[in-house]
């Protein structure tokens, strides 16, 4: 049967595990991949299955593991890399902006890096430092990178696919504290493009933007308004380089007003982009400046704090009152 | 009771210069006749898993003072090290050995109690963690990873400090410069360029103190270590590097980070690397003075690399049971790193029964107190989100902090909740 | 004299000279900071006379450069480190944003980490990859960090002054293509607060928003539209964080238009939350959407090409034009 | 006439089965029982900064096969790896190594003039280029850093090619998979990682083809060639590390980077590393031949460091005159590579002055070609901003390019200076 109710790690896992089987030259490479099957098991049985050459637990050092996979992409392979945890894709960086990234335009096209970065990544989980981070922006601000992060199951399966089978580098957002919750994944599906933003529920009055595991919040907020008489459209972003600004503009010219919701810190984080640009595109539409409800110039607070940093409900529901106030 | 350098070895060494004097006089502890009176010293055995080879210095493999049967065995490179310790500085590692594993027991209960998010334990380290954390002088600066909580204990950090971050309050917050006892650092690898770097300094300020970093064989992979090592040698820092073999890093075995032990990495950065018996404390204790006063000396970092076993989960969160077998443990369990020592004590000093029941009182006196404070510890108050992320104080989160104030007074109806 | 024409490069030696001088705790580290003096002569004659153990040339590993000055801020030095080149930052990009910029916090203030990173940026000069990067918002996102970046002598000399004394890190950046451009340092003077923008130019119809090397650029702009019967202000924002959104918005309610200049890429740059922010705060006033200028969303180009990706005169021009044509 | 594996060595090499076989037996080569005429064969003499010491491999520290003078020495380990070595073969080395220098003349003259932004000289670095690059097969993959010119010339990369990015056309731009020679790479050491990944895929794809990395001694101290000695040595990679210690990272000499020689660093990571003179391109063509044969036999990676001394500026943006000494270049003159070699050819083999008349003439030739290339180089189209920044194309990009072709269009009346 192609259609199947999974939880995120799960569709990430049979997605893996269909690229394993389709591809010989697909690898999946990380920290405790292998017999462990991730901190997450979300590569529960696939060394197993495909053996150690396929599957590969790595060095603790996740410079190497990207500068390998890399090297290994040059070779015709295409590694798909897991980093443990947002906060530990750092001492990969270097590799990432300045190899990784640029190599193809470098080589004027003439060598192509087809290496996947998985990250889990943001917070909600009661995790302690490092584990709850939200760097999206860091990578998208750098050509040659694209960055995408799904927010349900359908989307954890293909988009990873479509990643999977794209020639250029990607970096695949986990929304990690969403990885249990389940949805109907058609594997047989036709999937939209990867980088095109999807309106996720329709509404005349605000739109809400967001990607990852701030989709569900902003459900969550539009249908608690809805109580209150505010229709509210929710725009689930999917892809943050490239950013679907149509889709969004569209939604705004419509509804004519925008709130931007992104667990990673306000300050440059990636609502300030759409922010610029939606503000730019739809200058006379706007009746409200564009909000945005996110993060806060801190570090990632400690697990007990977390609930106050995260954007949630009344945050945004807050942010939609402000809007509608102008 | 204890034994602090800052008391035994180090008194001597305090007499004597500061670093760069007497390099090639080793230490006053080396010509010290005392010997233990009924340490029968024989020909050390080795674990099976290793052929005997040479260091770079000439000793054999694997540095063991104490048989896992807790039989004294002579080394004559290290012995000189620890002939000076009394039988009450050996009940005094024993206690640093039990109450820290006690305490560690304490924070697995607690963790499954929900009371902590989230426990690293340390059993099965306790030899290496108190060998090599007794082996530091006051003056001595630590850098811990994020399981060092028997070195914690030996430089007498409040136990309780290092349940925190792992109960959400906060990220570490202890005063690091209390006991000269840096935060727990769990990007992995980080911290040992810290320690060089506090490494360099001490030298520059003309001290005879010395740095401890610890690390695991996992993070010897990491970048960072390697161009630690570099600094440490280019800059003749005063630095221990201090890796606790636990044969694991999480699901991986340590053939996944090096093929070779791993002591023998710091040769081909131009300094000793040496690997002790990571379950014996005495040896642990003997090997970090050793390699503290090199350092104290102007001799520059040494690598120790303590081999020992991580005898429970990565951390609470980890189920080992996927990745490897039980008889693994079992094997481990005989090479117990406390019941080695007090085999010892039991049968080679007067130490009575009275001794163990009273320590067994004293940690769980400890495992009590722990129990409470972290029950009673507070959540820290919604502010703190924006407390100290700067010293000198951001515009933007002055602004941010106003408007989430006012964000919860909006909210007034509804209590306050901000716990301090 | 306290009053001295001097170029960029030299202001940042003196003001590098009295740090040392001034205080016993200032340490400048870098590769070929020593006897070369730095590849740009920044720091030309400093170890000759502070010796080898204040002015100290660092094994090739930028890693180990910011960490173990972290090692020696914890010990009591102030290390003032350089970075040879933009786009060499990245190999120590982990130590900076998961170690500097957590450490006090991670403390409670128990512990304070005055390292100044000094990184001479931007494109201009003709070199090859990774040496004309502008990589500011990368560090400007983290919490933590502070980024600041001078156009002239003056500020290159107090600004510096400042960040060593901050107990705070602080990244300095310093506009590579101006090392050799002239002007007035009082070393006697009283400076303004480190992070306060200045209007380096007063005008009624639009206000410029620029940093470090492009300063010049909208200045030059801004007389040339003189010529054309427009009035630009220039601002000189001096501090990318925390940005000072208030001089913005008071110029901004004046002009009632704002285009941002700044050489990094346009997406997620800096720009994009100068707009954001300044379109929340001015929305009644702004009689344009605030337009930016700046780099492509494309790897810097081979030096043949970088006239045409960098904005000039012709780009800052143009988007004047457009957005007074709202 | 040249020295190419592909037609010598590898011509027997390709007869072998493939990867993990004959481990014992250590190559053809070695059971050649053509011996070189004339070659006096002696002990080494060797450079006195280094006194004599036992690699792990038990050689002498410094292989050298060729004196400075030109003369032959016997070396037990290595002779075999280049006693098929002909005459003419020998001269096709010294043709490379000419060329080399010629064509890097000219690009420093070219810089000079304005054609190009920068150029970093190879100078004194022909041995270890040109006896490493030729010991490559066609089949196998060289990762450089951005100056083995010398290498590209033996891997047949039109040198012409190697100029785009100094003139700022271009950041490299050739096809790295026409000559198996990747792009140059300026971020130090990270090209390591990707000879590293690349090493594993060969080996996964089952062929006996090899890598060999290039860097510097500098670079020894990134983590990044750290992290790849620990991946290389885990996975039992065919690589070789040849790091050209030209004993100078721009300003700062090879102690800033590391206190001991640099190719003991491979024995702490469980794999040989050897010092072989630089400056002699027959030890390099050996030395280099053992590493890859090891390597493709499945015995792993090996370290190579080729002992050399970069003769002119860091690049033409450096002034040496800062930092050392004319008298160090002086000495190393009397070592030069191409002096050396042509020293044997004419005592040892019947080369004639013939030989390096038309050798002048050729490399005049390749001289005013490269000359005629690079003032020909058109500027690229400004469209080319846009160009090849994703394989798969990116909204964004479209967005902007369509905006810039805009731009540009409204200065229709000014000349459209597109270049190409
Ligand atoms: C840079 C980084 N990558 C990954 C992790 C996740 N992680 C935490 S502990 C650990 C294993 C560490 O192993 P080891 O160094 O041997 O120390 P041990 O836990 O055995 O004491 C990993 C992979 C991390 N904390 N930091
Ligand atoms: C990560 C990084 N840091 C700094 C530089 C600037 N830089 C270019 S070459 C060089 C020295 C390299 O020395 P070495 O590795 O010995 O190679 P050599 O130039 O001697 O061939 C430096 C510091 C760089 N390119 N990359
Ligand atoms: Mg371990
Ligand atoms: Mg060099």
New interface residues.
């Given amino acids: 049967m192609a259609v199947k109710k999974l939880p995120i790690a799960k569709a990430i896992n049979e997605s893996l595990r269909t690229a394993l089987e389709n591809d010989p030259k697909v690898l999946v490479m990380g920290?405790?991949v292998?017999?462990?099957?991730g901190?997450f098991r979300v590569t529960d049985g696939l060394q197993k299955d495909f053996g150690e050459e396929r599957v590969i637990?790595?060095?603790?050092?996740e410079?190497?593991i990207v500068g390998t996979a890399i090297g290994l992409a040059l070779r015709g392979y295409r590694p798909v890399v897991e980093i443990q945890f947002d906060?530990?894709v750092?001492?990969a960086y270097d590799q990432i902006v300045t190899q990784l990234a640029k190599m193809h335009a470098r080589a004027l096209g003439k060598v192509k890096v087809p290496v996947v970065i998985r990250i889990p990544y943001g917070g909600g989980i009661?995790?302690?430092?490092?584990h709850s981070e939200s760097p999206e922006a860091l990578f998208a601000h750098v050509a040659g990178l694209k960055v995408v992060s799904p927010s349900n199951a359908s989307d954890a399966y293909w988009m990873l696919q479509q990643a999977i089978q794209s020639d250029d580098p990607v970096i695949y957002f986990e929304p990690k504290r969403r990885y249990w919750d389940k949805s109907e994944v058609d594997t047989e599906a036709v999937p939209g493009a990867l980088h095109r933003a999807v309106v996720a529920r329709e509404g005349a009055d605000l739109t809400l933007a967001a990607y990852g595991p701030m989709v569900k919040v902003c459900m969550e907020a539009a249908a608690a308004a809805e109580e209150e008489g505010k229709s509210l459209e929710v725009v689930d972003l999917r892809s943050i380089s490239p950013m679907d600004f149509d889709t969004v503009q569209r939604s705004v010219e419509k509804t004519r007003r925008l709130v931007v919701v992104h667990e990673a810190p306000v300050?440059l984080g990636s609502g300030a982009e759409l922010a610029a640009r939606i503000t730019e595109r739809c200058f006379y539409h706007l009746e409200a400046p564009v909000l945005r409800v996110g993060g806060?110039?801190?570090?990632y607070?400690?697990?007990?704090?977390?609930d106050?940093?995260l954007p949630g409900l009344?945050?945004v529901l807050?942010a939609v009152d402000r809007s509608l106030a102008y | 009771m204890t034994v602090d350098s800052a008391d035994s070895t180090a008194a001597a060494q305090q007499a004597q210069p500061p670093r760069k004097r007497a390099a090639a006089k080793k230490t006053a502890a080396k010509k010290a006749t005392h010997t233990k009176k009924a340490a029968a010293k024989k020909s050390p055995k080795r674990s099976p898993e290793t052929a005997p080879r040479e260091t770079p210095q000439g000793q054999s493999e694997l540095v063991q003072l104490l048989t896992p049967e807790g039989e004294r065995v002579a080394n004559p490179e290290f012995d000189a090290y620890v002939d000076a310790v009394t039988d009450d500085e050996l009940r005094g590692l024993y206690r640093d050995m039990v109450m820290s594993r006690r305490f560690d027991a304490e924070a697995v209960t607690l963790q499954r109690q929900g009371e902590l998010?989230?426990w690293p334990s340390l059993l099965g380290q306790e030899a290496a963690q108190v060998g090599s954390g007794r082996a530091t002088r006051r003056d001595d600066y630590v850098f811990p990873t994020y399981r060092e909580h028997g070195v914690a204990w030996c430089r007498g950090v409040d136990p309780t400090n290092l349940l925190?971050?792992?109960?959400?309050?906060?990220?570490?917050?202890?005063?690091?410069?209390s006991n000269n006892f840096?935060?727990y650092?769990?990007?992995?690898g980080?911290q040992?360029?810290?320690?060089?770097?506090?490494?360099?300094?001490?030298a520059?300020?003309g001290t005879d103190s010395a740095v401890i970093a610890y690390f695991g064989d996992?993070?010897?992979?990491?970048?960072?270590?390697?161009?630690?090592f570099?600094?440490a040698?280019?800059y003749?820092a005063p630095v221990v590097f201090f890796c606790q073999n636990n044969q694991w890093?999480?699901?991986?075995p340590t053939?996944?980070?090096?093929?070779?032990p791993l002591y023998?990495?710091?040769?081909?950065?131009?300094f000793p690397?040496v690997r002790v018996d990571g379950n014996d404390v005495l040896a642990c204790l003997a090997v970090t003075r050793w390699a503290l006063e090199r350092a104290r000396r102007g001799e520059g970092p040494t690598l120790v690399e303590a081999f020992t076993y991580r005898m429970g989960a990565h951390t609470t969160?980890?189920?080992p049971t996927?990745?490897r077998a039980d008889d693994e443990r079992a094997s481990w369990e005989a090479k117990d790193p406390i019941e080695r020592l007090r085999a010892y004590l039991a049968s080679q000093t007067d130490t009575d029964e009275g001794f163990f029941a009273e320590l067994d009182a004293e940690s769980e006196a400890l495992g009590k107190r722990v129990r409470e404070v972290v029950r009673a510890m507070p959540?820290?108050g919604?502010m703190?989100?924006?407390?100290?992320?700067?010293?000198?104080g951001?515009?933007?989160?002055d602004e941010?902090r106003a408007q989430?104030a006012a964000?919860q007074a909006?909210?007034a109806d509804e209590p306050a909740g901000e716990g301090v």
């Fill in positions: 920290e405790d292998g017999k462990l099957g901190v637990d790595t060095p603790l050092a410079s190497g906060g530990f750092f001492p009661g995790a302690v430092e490092h300050f806060y110039h801190a570090p607070p400690p697990a007990r704090l977390e106050e940093y009344d945050r807050d | 998010g989230l925190g971050m792992f109960r959400g309050v906060n990220n570490g917050g202890w005063d690091p410069g840096h935060l650092t769990i990007v992995i980080s040992t360029l810290h320690a060089t770097g506090y490494a360099m300094g001490a520059k300020d996992g993070a010897s992979s990491q970048g960072d270590v390697a161009e630690s570099t600094f040698a280019v003749n890093a999480i699901s991986e053939e996944r980070q090096t093929r070779v023998q990495r710091a040769q081909g950065y131009g690397g969160s980890d189920d996927r990745y959540d820290p919604h703190a989100i924006f407390e100290n992320v700067y010293a000198d951001h515009a933007l989160v941010e989430f964000y909006s909210f």
